[in-house]
């Protein structure tokens, strides 16, 4: 399984890729975002939902677990780190095989109940301003998203 890489120098590059994710994703897509507080979790998150077609303000959906959004596809934004050590289910089936793209952080959290497909992506702090986001697809479908941005 390939691990694709790229480091990020500045918030405009960061949108600059998850734009370009965000550009080839539909529904029932399903992306997890790992990383430390303050890594870009959300910046990513917001970036991608205007790629399709959120105009709404995203925000962490930290304490409400859960915030869904209307744009070309609808978006469920997940936030499930306060599910960790708990057997709570918000009817994963209909969330991750529905007709929204899903974008889940802390998903470490909820692993067993992860579809089997899904784009994996670390973000890790390299420096000040700088991070190395690293992609791992987990299907041909988002082994080939990932070959169409990096080549």
């Given at each position: 399984?390939?691990?694709?890489k790229?480091e ?27 990383g430390?507080?303050g890594?870009?979790?959300?910046t990513?998150?917001?970036a991608?939902a205007?790629?399709?077609g ?6 962490s ?34 969330l ?10 802390w ?9 089997e ?5 670390v973000?890790?702090?390299?420096g000040?301003?700088t ?21």
């Amino acid at each position: 399984m390939a691990v694709w890489k790229k480091e990020i120098g500045s918030i405009e590059e960061m949108e600059k890729l998850a734009a370009a994710i965000g550009s080839y994703l539909q529904p029932p897509d399903v992306l997890t975002l790992e990383g430390d507080l303050g890594a870009g979790k959300t910046t990513f998150a917001k970036a991608l939902a205007k790629s399709i077609g959120v105009t709404r303000t995203v925000s962490s959906p930290t304490f409400t677990i859960i915030k869904q959004y209307e744009g070309n596809y609808p978006l469920n934004h997940l936030d499930v780190y306060r599910l960790a050590n708990s057997d709570e289910d918000l009817g994963w089936d209909e969330l991750f095989y529905g007709d929204a793209i899903s974008i889940i952080e802390w998903a470490q959290f909820i692993e067993e109940e992860l579809p089997e497909h899904r784009l994996e992506i670390v973000i890790r702090h390299i420096g000040p301003h700088t991070r190395t986001v690293e992609l791992t697809p987990k299907g041909e479908r988002f082994t080939q998203i990932c070959e169409e941005i990096f080549t």
